[in-house]
């Protein structure tokens, strides 16, 4: 099985929509898809992904499926001092990394500034529902890899967020939260193509086999939008 994972395009995030360049970008996208050809699309209730999704949608004819959990956590926010309330994600990563070492896959959310009892209580959502939706799908959660129910060659398209995808792939991939926020960034539109590698006929391991990939952009000619990157993104 692959998951394509699909940051939304360019936001308009007052509208609740994308932005000029972000329809250009999901035509592209649509263009692209037309040639990998996802079997199933799933996408997040907010407006950006699916305005976002519905261009691959009319090109594939495919009906999507609306993935309450696949939203973006907005509650997770840090109060930084000098840029005030802001989403976990775009925190500093010299704030993130200013303490020896990284927690756990599982303790990440034991130590500041990540302590708050809402990163774990979201962290848990995510796991479960991640878990329940890739069982569906024929694969069931063990630590850190896949027991191999059913296996499936199906291509899965998921519109969802920035935030929630970086810290999707964390869960996936079994690395700290913290990690992933600070060291990745998933641009407009890209795609993260994640395999579950399938070694045995008894377990899966996913593994990232394209990050944050923007090929479609070059393709059409259309400038990477940096909504997401804070600083010298030029």
């Known amino acids: ?15 609740k929509t994308i932005t000029a360049a972000g ?29 976002t999704m519905q261009y691959t ?4 004819g495919l009906e999507p499926d609306i993935e309450e959990w696949t939203q973006e956590m ?21 704030v993130i990394r200013e303490r020896e070492g990284f927690a756990a896959h599982d303790r990440w959310h ?9 990163f774990r209580e979201r962290w848990a959502i995510l796991q479960r529902n991640s878990d329940a939706f890739i069982a569906r799908h024929g694969y069931e959660r063990d630590g850190g890899r896949y027991r191999v ?14 935030g929630f995808g970086l810290t999707w792939l964390a869960h996936l991939l079994h690395l700290p939260v913290p990690l992933v926020w600070s060291g990745f960034w998933l641009p407009p539109s890209s795609v993260t193509t994640i395999l579950f590698d399938e070694r045995s006929s008894h377990w899966a391991v996913p593994r990232c086999i394209g990050l944050g990939d923007i090929g479609h952009l070059y393709e059409a000619g259309l400038a990477v939008q940096p909504a997401g990157i804070q600083a010298n993104f030029d």
């Open 1 to 15: 099985m692959r998951l394509f994972i699909i940051r939304h395009a360019d936001p308009d995030y007052p509208n």
């Open 23 to 51: 329809h250009l970008e999901a035509q592209a996208l649509a263009r692209r898809f037309q040639r990998q050809r996802p079997d199933r699309i799933y996408c997040s209730p907010l407006g950006r992904a699916l305005h």
């Open 57 to 60: 949608a009319d090109a594939l």
């Open 74 to 94: 907005a509650e997770l926010q840090i109060e930084y001092t000098e840029g005030g309330a802001m989403v976990a994600w775009d925190l500093p990563g010299e």
């Open 110 to 118: 034991a130590r500041p500034p990540f302590a708050d009892p809402i």
């Open 149 to 162: 129910v059913r296996s499936n060659r199906e291509t899965l398209a998921i519109f969802c967020h920035g």
